[in-house]
């Protein structure tokens, strides 16, 4: 079975500054994806950004980066000029690939961006 | 274009009755997946249709669920004799298919919530 686990269930940041959210997952498999999801107050959930196991470089979407580290099944979001409309709840999530094609998702993490 | 809709927005109900939630995906996308999503946590995997066919339906807690998509498009949920414990936002996602399943675009999700 898979596991992700968000130990940080809230965090608050300044407006310009820097957060980083933690993941870590528990899987036998080699091959899969992991994911970070932002979910608003209107329930929809947005893909922030997708990193493939296989791929050592870690994957960035302007401002958001991961600290992937396979070894010690670790996958950390990294905000760089946290803005106002940051504010949301963010999920982990884990896809093994080619099989079930189901998430696994964390229990998540509210990030307060601050004025 | 139009992404994932889901009907109605909010769903209050009884003890004991009948529940459909209605799910329309992304036009042309083959894969479609329902997710349960209880207060404080992440979303938890109910069942996948590739096409028509429920390809796994390994997440229903129980008979009382059941999920049909008879025409490969809209997708029905079904909550019978409905709980307390059933109480949750419901959220659809589909994809593409055709190897492209990491891609799951996520629907605004039906908050039930049951009396």
């Known amino acids: 079975a898979q596991t992700v686990t968000q130990s940080q269930p809230e965090m608050s940041v300044q407006e310009a500054e820097t957060v980083t959210l933690s993941c870590t997952y528990d899987?036998?498999?080699?091959?899969?994806?992991l994911f970070w999801y932002k979910q608003p107050p209107s329930r929809q959930m947005i893909l922030v950004i997708r990193?493939?196991?296989?791929?050592?470089q870690n994957a960035t979407e302007n401002r958001f980066s991961v600290n992937f580290q396979k070894a010690a099944k670790s996958f950390s979001l990294k905000i760089s000029d946290s803005q106002l409309g940051d504010t949301a709840m963010y999920f982990c999530?884990?896809?093994?690939?080619?099989?079930?094609?189901?998430?696994?998702f964390g229990t998540g993490t509210s990030l307060t961006v601050i004025p | 274009g139009a992404g994932v809709s889901q009907t109605p927005s909010n769903k209050v109900t009884e003890k004991g009755k009948y529940v459909e939630l209605r799910c329309d995906p992304i036009?042309?996308?083959?894969?479609l997946y329902w997710y349960r999503q209880s207060l404080g946590q992440g979303p938890e995997f109910l069942i996948y249709?590739?096409?028509?066919?429920?390809?796994?339906d390994s997440g229903l807690p129980n008979d009382r669920f059941f999920a049909v998509r008879p025409e490969g498009s809209v997708s029905t949920l079904k909550i019978q004799r409905t709980e307390r414990g059933d109480s949750a936002v419901y959220l659809c996602?589909?994809?593409?298919?055709?190897?492209?399943?990491?891609?799951?675009?996520f629907g605004p999700g039906t908050r039930l919530t049951v009396l």
């Open positions: 996602a589909s994809s593409p298919g055709g190897g492209r399943d990491n891609e799951q675009f």
């Open positions: 899987t036998s498999e080699s091959n899969y994806y």
């Open positions: 990193q493939e196991a296989y791929k050592q």
């Open positions: 999530a884990f896809m093994k690939r080619n099989t079930g094609n189901q998430f696994y």
């Open positions: 036009s042309g996308h083959t894969a």
């Open positions: 249709f590739q096409g028509t066919g429920a390809a796994d």
